[in-house]
């Protein structure tokens, strides 16, 4: 009897992975992993670690750029998976509706009670993408205003509000939509007062760098945009589902009930792809104001049952393992350590964020010998310090972990959220021990600092 065999097939073509990839997708994936040396190959996973053919376990400090809130495998989201699928539910039939979707808007609501409804989607872009409509419809009016170097999304709407000029060239004509600084209300005011803006959309704590907004500035720009008649939008995509030690992000600062809100990310449990966007009563009644308008706004996978049971896992975990309060224990432990370190390295100059959200920022040293190995860094790319730090916590320390943005001297932790003190103290030895390396002035970290110099230039 012939079949597919999952199983078989890895093993067979399991090994050409690298050469798939640059044969038949992105080729520039593979070629910039070679580069670096994070050409690894993990077998499996579970939790916060990796595994390679070897055995030997490598420390998550990403997760999936945030998607595995739970880590890898949670049996209670693979539990409900199998239960979704043993169950053979009518799904998708698109004219009845499904019991799942209604119970996780509802469960979800619960954490935002200012707010009534939920529109399902597929991913984060999507959750963008459903707000920029839902508040250009619901307040007639065709702008939105958004932060310089936020990220908000690839897809052409989201793109139009994303700050970094590297993602949008080439893409244009985009929406006409305008940025102003971080904090800078008097820019969004001024704005406001041209009387065409449906909302504002900003990242409570904005990922490119971890920046937080500043003390009061999301509830003064909700009542600037209110008082214009606009709404705040906040995308929670990434800071979302306790990533901060809140539920959501947006709950540091009293006094705050965005209009609109974008989840997605740590909602899907790692498996299945889901994005949400929250939102007022008054906005989705205009959006889908009569039966003409039923479909006006939709996802041929939105509101899936396998997404949804994800989803429902996800929440039911949070709430039985406390995963908020573990958050905001665990997140001040690692930056309390990461901050006590800065006064030991000339070259490390800030730790910030909020509960598992961490950036590490390097900046120029004072001694004259590391200033001069530093200017080289900066005169080829700025950000290859940052590359430089990153590398040997994966090839010398089994830790992975990423460079906040294009030229940002930052690394950004964002591990899942059921790391405890074990992961903390493993990860703060290995950053020491590299630290120690980088200012020891030679060794071969400078040696691969140098590699990344002429490949910087190369580049250009």
């Not at 008097?186 to 009387?195: F, N, P, S």
């Not at 449906?198 to 009542?223: C, D, S, W, Y």
């Not at 906040?234 to 209009?259: I, K, N």
């Not at 021990?433 to 190369?458: C, I, Y």
Request: with cysteine; hydrophobic share 45%.
């Amino acid at each position: 009897m012939t079949g597919f065999d999952l199983r078989k097939l890895l093993a067979e073509r399991g090994a050409e992975r690298y050469d798939l990839h640059a044969r038949y997708l992105n080729h520039q994936l593979p070629r910039m992993l070679h580069t670096i040396g994070f050409d690894k190959v993990y077998e499996r996973a579970e939790g916060a670690y990796f595994w390679d053919a070897d055995g030997q376990d490598h420390l998550d400090m990403l997760a999936g750029f945030g998607v595995m809130g739970l880590g890898r495998h949670h049996p209670v989201v693979r539990q409900a998976l199998h239960d979704v699928l043993d169950a053979q539910l009518a799904d998708l039939t698109r004219f009845d509706c499904q019991p799942l979707p209604g119970l996780l808007a509802e469960k979800l609501l619960g954490h935002a009670p200012h707010l009534d409804r939920v529109f399902f989607g597929n991913s984060g872009t999507e959750a963008v993408e459903t707000a920029l409509k839902f508040a250009r419809y619901a307040t007639g009016k065709p702008r939105i205003l958004y932060c310089a170097h936020a990220f908000h999304g690839l897809t052409t709407g989201s793109l139009s509000v994303n700050g970094e000029d590297g993602f949008r060239d080439g893409f244009a004509p985009l929406l006409p939509d305008t940025a102003v600084g971080m904090g800078d209300l008097a820019a969004l005011e001024r704005e406001l007062r041209r009387g065409d803006v449906a909302g504002f959309i900003v990242e409570p704590i904005q990922g490119k760098g971890v920046h937080p907004t500043p003390p009061g500035f999301l509830r003064t720009a909700q009542e600037l945009l209110h008082r214009h008649k606009a709404l705040l939008i906040a995308d929670e995509v990434q800071t979302g589902l306790g990533r901060t030690g809140d539920f959501f992000a947006y709950q540091h600062e009293e006094g705050v009930a965005p209009d609109l809100v974008c989840v997605a990310k740590a909602l899907s449990g790692g498996y299945v792809p889901v994005g949400a966007t929250l939102g007022k009563d008054w906005i989705f009644k205009k959006v889908y104001s009569s039966m003409d308008r039923v479909l006006v706004h939709s996802a041929s996978f939105g509101a899936n049952a396998q997404a949804m049971a994800a989803g429902l896992a996800v929440l039911s975990v949070m709430e039985d393992e406390g995963i908020v309060a573990r958050v905001r224990h665990t997140g001040d432990l690692l930056r309390g350590k990461l901050a006590a370190l800065i006064d030991s390295y000339e070259l490390l100059h800030d730790v910030r964020g909020r509960g598992l959200m961490v950036g590490i920022e390097f900046g120029r040293p004072k001694s004259l010998g590391l200033r001069s190995r530093w200017a080289m860094l900066q005169a080829a790319r700025k950000g290859l310090f940052a590359q430089m730090v990153v590398v040997p916590l994966l090839q010398r320390h089994r830790i992975l972990t990423q460079v906040s943005g294009d030229h940002l001297e930052v690394i950004k932790l964002i591990p899942p959220l059921i790391i405890g003190e074990r992961e903390v103290d493993r990860f703060v030895a290995a950053f020491t021990a590299v630290m120690d390396d980088a200012h020891s002035g030679g060794g071969l970290m400078w040696d691969f600092g140098r590699t990344l110099v002429k490949q910087a230039v190369a580049n250009r």
